[in-house]
């Protein structure tokens, strides 16, 4: 198992916002995290990566305790790209992807962390942008550049919260096809919250949907690509067609 996640609680106030999830995250996948708005998604994700504390219960990495683990340890074995990113600083995009180096490099990078600092701008598509600063590129070239940033960390964990955001169909699907290539050529477990179920339809192999805070449903594509399940997580009618051997699903309403 990659990521277990044991009676998982966290509230705000009152608000409870994760409410009792348990679940495996199964290793050398693609699992997407969907549903409304307010689910508790993008929470439980922060809770995984200890960006978050959870109020009660266990989240173990390779069968340990994540709480007891040290953050550099952690840090080179899994990596989290939250939703929103601020950096203080005028940065390049190859300064800003050298970031995603320093659990090894501690800012004295040498010739290998150069090597994975390309690879990352390369699978990204920005060695045009390489020189050019950040807050000079459009929406959807920062969040490339941030995605290139956790590539080059290197680790066999990848957590993505909302990675599509602000980004075309184009550089979407070149998103989701790197994503799939990383799963299927390095064996790396990618952990993604989506907003469109069609993606995580396309390119995922394990599907988490929550509402309210809770897990609702689990399973393979086959299983969670029903109009009688999305209807239980999104409260509308939502028919299924195949497409090119893929569930899709028709959400738009005349």
């Known amino acids: 198992m990659a990521i277990e996640i044991k009676h998982v609680n966290k509230s705000y ?26 689910a508790g998604k993008s929470t439980v994700l922060a809770i995984i ?38 950096i203080n600083l005028r940065l390049t ?7 995603g180096r320093f659990p090894y490099s501690k800012g004295n990078l040498k010739k290998n962390d150069r090597t994975f600092i390309d690879n990352a701008i ?24 941030y995605i290139a940033m956790t590539l080059a960390q290197d680790t066999d964990y990848i957590l993505l919260d909302e990675p599509l955001n602000n980004l075309d169909m184009k550089h979407s699907v070149q998103i989701m096809q790197v994503l ?8 790396k477990t990618v952990v993604i919250v989506i907003h469109d179920i069609n993606f995580a339809s396309c390119y995922s192999d394990y599907i988490v949907a929550m509402k309210n805070g ?8 086959a299983e969670i690509m029903q109009t009688s399940v999305l209807e239980e997580i999104y409260g509308m009618e939502i028919p299924i067609q195949e497409i090119n051997g893929n569930k899709i699903a028709v959400y738009f309403k005349n």
């Open 180 to 187: 799939r290539k990383l799963v299927t050529e390095l064996n």
């Open 214 to 221: 809770k897990l609702v449903r689990q399973g393979s594509i």
């Open 49 to 86: 990566s200890r960006l978050l504390n959870a109020d009660s219960g266990d989240v173990l990495l390779n069968g340990k305790l994540l709480n007891e683990q040290k953050s550099a340890d952690i840090a080179k074995q899994l990596s989290i790209l939250k939703q929103s990113n601020h």
């Open 13 to 38: 106030g009152s608000k409870k916002v994760v409410d009792s999830v348990s679940l495996v995250i199964p290793k050398g996948k693609i699992t997407s995290f969907i549903g409304p708005n307010g």
């Open 93 to 99: 995009v190859e300064e800003l992807v050298a970031f």
């Open 122 to 145: 390369g699978y990204m598509d920005l060695e045009e942008f390489r020189h050019q600063y950040i807050d000079e590129l459009s929406g959807g070239q920062r969040q490339r550049a």
